[in-house]
Every structure is written in C-alpha cells, then in structure tokens.
C-alpha cells in the first residue's frame, strides 16, 4: 500500500452523512423529518446526537443502516457510498433485543455468527468482556433472568463484539433508572476508553454526551437540520469528577439553553 493511500485512510471519517433529506409521505399529509443532515465520525472517535423528541433522530439512524431510503443525500462507510444498504454496520437499538431462546454468551456471539466465520473472538476474549460488563457468571443464564441493566449490557457488547467499524446506539440508557444509568454510563466509558470504536449516539441527556463524545451534534425540531457541533475539550480518560468541572457545567449550561430556545421556537411557531 502505498503511502498517500496509508495517509488518505487516516483522514477518511469512519462514517459520513451528506445532506440527506427524508419526508414521510402518506396519502393525506407529508411529514418532512430530516432537512440537510451532514455529519461525520472520524474513525475511533465517539459522536453523539441530541434533539428533542419526535425530531427524527431515530429515523437517521434507519436510514444509515439501510432500512429506510432518504429522498436525497449519501451515507458514506470509509469513504465508500452505502446508502440503502444493510449489515455495514453495528446497530443497538434503544430496547435490548435479546433472543429468549439463546443463553446470554449466544446472544453476546451473534453478530459474529451472522457475519460469517472469520473474526471471531475467542472463548477468552468473550469471558473478558462478558466479565468487564458484570455479566460474568451468567454466561448460560436466559435473558429473562438478568436485570433490565443486564440486559441492556448485553445487547450493548454484542454490538461492540459484531465485526463492523462503525457502531450506532439508540439512546441505550433511556430505558434505565437514573442510579443504574449513571453506572452504564462510567461502564461505557472505561469500555470505550479500552476498546475505541467509532461511535455515533443518540441520546437526550446532556451530561451523557458530554462525557462521553468527542463531538456533540445539536438537531432542532423536526424536520431535523444541524443547529450546532460541538467539540468537546475534556480530555481523556475522563472520570466522574467531570461533572463538577466549572468548564463542563458551563457547556452543559450552554448547551441546555441552546436546546430550551429550540423549544421555545416550536410553541411559539406551532410546528
Ligand atoms: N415509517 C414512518 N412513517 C411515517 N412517519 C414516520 C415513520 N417513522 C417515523 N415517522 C415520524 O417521523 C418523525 C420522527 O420520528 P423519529 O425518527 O422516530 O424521532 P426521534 O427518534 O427523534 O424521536 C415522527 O414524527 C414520527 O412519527
Ligand atoms: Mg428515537
């Protein structure tokens, strides 16, 4: 390989969304859900989206895995347009979709299983994350005998387990209560910290995004478009003390208020 190559591939993002445009149609009324959305994850990096409810974010996230098709724009993976196209990458939706029937270590392996052989991990890597994800132990244990937590964990390290570059993770805390939250939330730190997978998040709490990304996407009401990008200057490892930082509870300040005008806008205008 030669080295402008070498050099190109470092400065390609892992994934790129180029102006994508999407607007539900129905026989009745149109309903236009994501105006001109671009946004990139450098590879090894985490980015994470915040948006009010309802804004489309989810439906994004569709159409980067390739379940929906956007009416205009690209989804790119290393450079190399996928648009429309399925299994390019790892996708934890926000409900943890376990299989009953499968042991939790089965559930773990099975994005490698549908990937093919090749790539998979060894029984001692998987007991390493199983392990690092509390879950040690439970290795033959049904998903109906772990905790929602558990769960949670599990679905998350099967997605970091699948083979592809680029995870995506659907508000993966939402479901939790605040203590078991705030405990997943240092847990994907650490994991992330070891493990540095390109990362893109949707989530609604601020703070999470803050410690956790290194880029934060601000979406307004829908349609969707990018109302900021945000660089997140902590430096890493970052650790709980975090949140006491005067320089975080600033950005937390000003990033609440920028999402409060968006509000505000919204029932003001009667979107
Ligand atoms: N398949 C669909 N057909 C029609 N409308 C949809 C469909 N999927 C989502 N929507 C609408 O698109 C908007 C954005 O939804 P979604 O992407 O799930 O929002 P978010 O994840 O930001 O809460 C919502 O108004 C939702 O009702
Ligand atoms: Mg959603």
């Known amino acids: 390989m030669s080295e402008e190559s070498t050099l190109e591939e470092l400065t390609v993002p892992a994934m790129e969304v180029r102006q994508i445009h999407k607007t539900f149609r129905d026989r009745r009324r149109e309903v236009p859900v994501l105006r001109n959305i671009s946004l990139r994850v ?16 989810s439906t994004l996230f569709h159409i980067i895995g390739g ?36 042991t939790i270590e089965d559930n773990v392996v099975l994005a490698q299983e549908i990937a093919g052989a090749g790539g998979q991990s060894s029984r001692t890597e998987i007991q390493h994350w199983l392990e690092k994800a509390g879950l040690g132990g439970f290795e033959r244990a049904y998903p109906h005998m772990l905790s929602g937590g558990m769960q949670q964990r599990a679905s998350f390290l099967r997605g970091l387990l699948a083979p592809q570059e680029v995870m995506c993770l659907d508000e993966p805390f939402s479901a939790l209560d605040a203590l078991t939250r705030s405990e997943m939330q240092r847990w994907l730190v650490d994991i992330w910290e070891e493990n540095k997978r390109s990362v893109l998040m949707i989530t609604h709490s601020i703070e999470e995004a803050l410690m956790l990304s290194d880029t934060v996407y601000l979406f307004t009401n829908r349609p969707a478009s990018i109302l900021h990008a945000i660089q997140v200057p902590f430096p890493r490892p970052r650790r709980d003390e975090i949140t006491e930082d005067p320089d975080f509870i600033r950005l937390k300040r000003e990033i609440a208020s920028m999402m409060a005008e968006e509000q505000r806008k919204t029932a003001a205008g009667g979107v």
């Not at 090894?44 to 948006?51: L, M």
């Not at 690209?74 to 499968?102: D, N």
């Open 42 to 57: 450098p590879a090894g990096e985490f980015v994470s989206i915040i948006g009010p409810s309802g804004c489309g974010k």
């Open 67 to 102: 379940l929906t098709s956007p009416e205009q724009g690209e989804v790119l993976l290393q450079g190399r347009p996928v648009t429309g196209q399925r299994g390019h990458i790892s996708y934890v939706p926000q409900q943890p979709a376990l299989f009953p029937w499968r």
